[in-house]
């Protein structure tokens, strides 16, 4: 079975629950990825597609640079036909998240991560090998504000969603890749991270293609 990256999003809230909203329904079957970053001293209470499927958690870190900390939520065959996530946290604060739903990958990662780096305005994770066409997804948090722009440019293979929510939030990268992959995201400015991260196989040994859908829409970032 080949596998693609569907569709992708991001969004940002000032309260105590964040909807994402992808451009269309997600397929039942498939996989949904939620990377987010989350004031260190609140906790995300509980993680749902608009239809009830919960995410579970798959990697978390603590804040190490005076970034935010960062969470990692997953759910696989999902039942759905909704087209959000909804993210609900434990105090009301300034939050920031994105999503992705893919199908064909396998249910476990390969390899997690929870790292950090210097200061430094372009940033690379170095995953390790996940098979085949693996998808790899990254994503990282800056000390103090600084804008995300684009992760790896040039590259047809690669796909960033991100904000330019004022604070310590950053983005998430991800890449379609066989073999050891780097997933790099430029910053506005110098700023020390931490970066999480997670390889997933494609299921059954097959292809992941890259994100091009002819009939689904991509959310742009805002």
């Known amino acids: 079975m080949a596998a693609v990256v569907e ?8 309260g105590t629950v964040l909807t994402l909203t992808f451009g269309g329904a997600i397929t039942s079957g498939n996989s949904v990825i939620v990377c987010a970053s ?3 001293a609140n ?19 603590t804040e190490t640079n005076g970034a935010y900390k960062q969470s990692l939520y997953a759910a696989h065959n999902v039942t759905d036909g909704s087209t959000t996530v909804v993210i609900t946290y434990n105090a009301s604060s300034n939050y920031v998240a994105e999503a992705l739903e893919a199908s064909g990958i396998d249910t ?9 780096a ?16 693996a998808l790899h997804v990254g994503r990282l948090s800056p000390n103090s504000g600084a804008t995300a722009s684009t992760g790896d440019a040039g590259s047809t293979t ?9 604070g310590n939030f950053g983005a998430m990268g991800y890449r379609v890749a066989s073999g050891a992959s780097s997933i ?21 040994g097959g292809s992941i293609l890259p994100q091009i859908m002819h009939h689904r829409k991509i959310i742009g970032v805002s």
Do not use: C, K, M
Not at 118 to 133: E, F, I, P, V, Y
């Open 7 to 14: 569709q992708a999003t991001s969004g940002t809230v000032n």
């Open 38 to 40: 989350i004031v260190p």
């Open 43 to 61: 906790s995300i209470t509980s993680v749902q597609t608009g239809n009830g499927t919960s995410l579970s958690a798959v990697q978390e870190n």
């Open 108 to 116: 476990t990662p390969t390899a997690t991560y929870d790292s950090s």
């Open 118 to 133: 210097a200061s430094s305005t372009t940033h690379s994770l170095t995953t390790a090998d996940g098979g085949t066409d």
């Open 158 to 166: 690669v796909e960033q969603a991100g904000t330019t929510f004022p």
């Open 184 to 204: 790099n995201i430029d910053l506005s400015a110098a700023r020390s991270i931490d970066w999480i991260g997670a390889v997933y196989p494609a299921a059954g």
